[in-house]
């Protein structure tokens, strides 16, 4: 043993390293007979750059990178389950605003149970406990009900979720994406070694449980989040807008640090991204009441749309909001050096007057702005009409 520590000392001084003897250890196990085996029955005279090295029972472990690793059983596992309940309840017992607390819980405590994952073979069954803990924690702090569909947790921030790590699936997922790394060596023959061992067929099996999708390009990680993007649009209260949220301006009020928001309106907007509002038609569903009408105009069911959109209760909020719309996105135009007109009346070719909300004036370019709420292909079919109707002929200083 001392042979060996002398090999590490001189290794040490020519490369310029030096070994840290307070964190380390070691231990001497002596066969014996019948399955007998003798452990540290002597007083050790190990030194290392004259330093004695202290005696270790192998069963114990050692802490190395965070995390403590036995000799005879490898990584040892922690109750995690414990560890993160403590940790939540700690986070929600803070003075912090909601999304505080959930940057909290993604940046610091699950980025450290990741790492720990990433090294240690944890069991699916207690994996799935603890994500079910966490649910339960970050739908009571986003004042979310129970039966806010749990893909609006996982799915990406880049797709309109709130990006948390589902640990059942994010930490396989990092072990194949190592295996793939391996698998895929320059070394021929590492590459012929890891094959013998059957990892193609374990991690085939894996991700199929899993639903984690491995790209053909190796290059290219497995990913866990599509699975979860594609089971939000099976639900059939996600079908309608779903695909407003693969645009990453719908979702720069999810991002970290944003200030678009504030903490109520945050919250009433992840109750409507998740459709559960508590409007008419969202408090039947679980009770089956019968009455679903709009409570201001008993015109028509009372849903999201109906309220922003149609109700004429709301009539006077929706002008409210148009026009400040209307209000920042002429003083963001301001700033950038566009002339702006607001509301300008103008005439085409066959003396039809046309009123657009703002006319930007630029570099000899016009832009013709009007906000508005409708389906896409409205949005298309006006713009062409309107564009077509400016012609250079008849406004010298517009030129498409």
Known sequence: MQGNLNIVEEFCQAT??????????GFDIKPGSKNIYVINDFEPKWTVDHQKLCLVNPSEGNKYLGIKVSSWTGCTKEDLFI??????????????KPRQKLEILKSYALARVAYYLYQ???PQTKLKEIDCMIRRFVKKWLHLPACTTDHLLYTSTAMGGLGIPRLAKSAPCSRINTKRTVLNSKDENITCFVKTTGIEDEIKDTAEKLCIRIPSNPKRPASWRKSEEKQWEAQPTADKGRKCFEHKCSNSWLQAGSKHLREGDFISALQVRADTYPTRVTLARPDGREDITCRRCKTAPETIGHILGHCPAMYGYRIYRHNGIVDTLCDRLKLKGWLVS??????????????????AVKD????????TDCKF????KVTTGITGLWQPSVHSDVAF
Do not use: H
């Open 83 to 96: 560890k993160l309940e403590t940790w939540c309840e700690r986070i929600g017992q803070s003075i912090l």
């Open 364 to 371: 000899g370019k016009v832009v013709l702005i009007d906000p």
């Open 120 to 122: 240690v073979d944890y």
């Open 377 to 380: 292909g409205i949005v298309r």
């Open 16 to 25: 310029g390293m030096r070994l840290n003897v307070k964190k380390s250890a």
């Open 342 to 359: 607001k509301e300008p009346r103008l005439r085409d070719a066959v003396v039809k007057m046309w009123i657009p909300d703002i006319v």
